[in-house]
């Protein structure tokens, strides 16, 4: 399988090809040395066999972080904003079923 000369992208979307280029049984010529990447810019010129792909998986460990981040954070916000705006209300219908429960009347 000749693959040199080839201008290939080493981005995330490749990760399945520089794993089956690390795992095939198929002989790839000039593999170590003329099957490069052309980019992006800090990957130009490596070849696709020394990719690491770990970074690529750490892309959805950061993605779930920042969800979960953001989540606690909007979480946090509408609770304060809320207890801001309805703590009075929760206060008094709190006291007011208490009072209605031991059988206070107006």
Not at 7 to 23: E, S
Request: with cysteine; net charge neutral.
């Amino acid at each position: 399988l000749f693959l040199h000369h080839n201008r290939f992208l080493c981005n995330c979307d490749a990760v399945w090809f520089v794993w089956w280029v690390n795992h095939t049984e198929v002989t790839i010529p000039y593999l170590a040395t003329d099957v490069t990447c052309m980019g992006p810019g800090a990957h130009r010129g490596q070849s696709v066999v020394s990719l690491d792909l770990y970074t690529c998986e750490l892309d959805l460990t950061n993605f779930i972080l920042f969800s979960l981040s953001i989540s606690a954070v909007l979480s946090l916000m509408m609770i304060t904003t809320a207890n801001h705006l309805y703590f009075w209300d929760v206060w008094y219908s709190y006291h007011f079923c208490k009072a209605k429960i031991k059988g206070y009347r107006r």
